[in-house]
C-alpha cells in the first residue's frame, strides 16, 4: 500500500498549481526550505530528523511523507530515525506516538526499492 507516496504526489501536483496562481510566494517557500535544510554547521541529516520530530508533533500526513523520503534519500536508519521520533513522543505524548507510528510505515514505504 502505498500511502506515503500517494499523499506527496497528490500534494506535489496540488503545489505546482498553487505555485502558478503564487509564484512568488511559492517560490519563497521554495527558497525557504533550500536555506532551512542545507548543511551548515548541522548537516541536513540532522535538519531533516528535526523537521520529521515537528512534522510528527503537528501531525501533518504530508510533511512526514515528504520528509521521510528526504530521510530515507540521506541515508537514515530506521534507528536514528525511530530515537528522533521517541523525542517527538516525549514532546507529544499520545497524539505524536500515533504520527511516529505511521512515520515508520512511510520509512518502510519509501525504503522499498
Given at each position: 500500500m502505498a500511502?506515503?507516496?500517494?499523499?506527496t504526489r497528490n500534494i506535489s501536483e496540488n503545489l505546482s498549481h498553487l505555485s502558478k496562481n503564487?509564484?512568488?510566494v511559492m517560490g519563497q517557500f521554495s527558497g525557504l526550505v533550500a536555506a532551512?535544510?542545507?548543511d551548515g554547521a548541522l548537516d541536513k541529516k540532522t535538519k531533516e530528523l528535526i523537521a520529521i520530530g515537528i512534522a510528527v508533533a503537528n501531525r501533518c500526513d504530508g510533511c512526514i511523507g515528504f520528509h521521510t523520503k528526504a530521510l530515507v534519500d540521506l541515508g537514515v536508519?530506521?534507528?536514528?530515525?525511530?530515537?528522533a521520533l521517541g523525542v517527538a513522543v516525549f514532546?507529544?505524548?499520545g497524539p505524536?506516538?500515533?504520527y511516529a507510528a505511521e512515520t515508520i510505515s512511510a520509512f518502510k514505504e519509501y525504503s522499498e526499492k
Amino acid at each position: 500500500m502505498a500511502k506515503f507516496k500517494d499523499v506527496t504526489r497528490n500534494i506535489s501536483e496540488n503545489l505546482s498549481h498553487l505555485s502558478k496562481n503564487i509564484p512568488d510566494v511559492m517560490g519563497q517557500f521554495s527558497g525557504l526550505v533550500a536555506a532551512g535544510t542545507k548543511d551548515g554547521a548541522l548537516d541536513k541529516k540532522t535538519k531533516e530528523l528535526i523537521a520529521i520530530g515537528i512534522a510528527v508533533a503537528n501531525r501533518c500526513d504530508g510533511c512526514i511523507g515528504f520528509h521521510t523520503k528526504a530521510l530515507v534519500d540521506l541515508g537514515v536508519t530506521e534507528q536514528e530515525l525511530s530515537e528522533a521520533l521517541g523525542v517527538a513522543v516525549f514532546m507529544g505524548g499520545g497524539p505524536s506516538a500515533m504520527y511516529a507510528a505511521e512515520t515508520i510505515s512511510a520509512f518502510k514505504e519509501y525504503s522499498e526499492k
